[in-house]
Each structure stands twice: as structure tokens, then as C-alpha cells.
């Protein structure tokens, strides 16, 4: 099983940037495709992006195509989720999540998941 620990969430102004982390331990992460969903209160953990094995390709979100960027680096076993130009509609937990599966935008085929780390953003 591989442990997922997520940080770099925080309060940020509308149109601003954050970094967010998402480190590894107990299984090498090339054995994965990763991902990144979030959750809004009151509403479903919806996908945000993935990443393949080897970071060639990645899909995200229509919701945040052109403005997020996630990349990884599997010598330091991290994922990270570069977020910019970020919106109101941006607040929620973000969670980072790793896949057995060719990389996949569905929530019920990521098998470990991170606790989760909250951005805010405000208007």
C-alpha cells in the first residue's frame, strides 16, 4: 500500500497561485497513476486532473483546463498540482489519490487517497 500525504493548501486571493504537494511513502509511486479530485461543502469529491505512470500525459477538468498543471517527480516520489489564476469556485479540500488503473478520472478506481488539504480562495 502506498501513504499519501498532501500539503501547500491555504487562503489565497482570487486570481492568485498556490503549489500543492502530494508526498509518497511505502510504495515507489511509478507504480501508479495519480491523481487530484477536491470537494466543496455540500458537494461531491469530483475529479480535477491525472496523471499517467511516467508523467507524459495528463487530462484534467474542464473546470480547470488552462489553469492547473500537474506534474510529478517519481525519484522524490511526489505529485504536484500547480494551481493559478484560481476562482472562488477553487475553494474546497484537495486530495490526492493513486491508481492501479491506466490513468482514470473515476473516483472509484483510485484505491488509496491522502487526508486532504484545504485551499480557500477569496473574492
Known amino acids: 500500500q502506498v501513504q499519501l500525504v498532501e500539503s501547500g493548501g491555504g487562503l489565497v486571493q482570487a486570481g492568485g497561485s498556490l503549489r500543492l504537494s502530494c508526498a509518497a511513502s511505502?510504495?515507489?509511486?511509478?507504480?501508479?497513476?495519480m491523481g487530484w479530485f477536491r470537494q466543496a461543502p455540500g458537494k461531491e469529491r469530483e475529479f480535477v486532473a491525472v496523471i499517467s505512470l511516467s508523467g507524459g500525459s495528463a487530462y484534467y477538468a474542464d473546470s480547470v483546463k488552462g489553469r492547473f498543471t500537474i506534474s510529478r517527480d517519481n525519484a522524490k516520489n511526489t505529485v504536484y498540482l500547480r494551481m493559478s489564476s484560481l476562482k472562488p469556485d477553487d475553494t474546497a479540500v484537495y486530495y490526492c489519490?493513486?491508481?492501479?488503473?491506466?490513468?482514470?478520472?473515476?473516483?472509484?478506481?483510485?484505491?488509496?487517497w491522502g487526508q486532504g488539504t484545504q485551499v480557500t480562495v477569496s473574492s
Open positions: 511505502g510504495r515507489t509511486l511509478s507504480m501508479y497513476s
Open positions: 489519490a493513486a491508481t492501479r488503473y491506466p490513468y482514470s478520472d473515476a473516483r472509484e478506481k483510485y484505491s488509496n
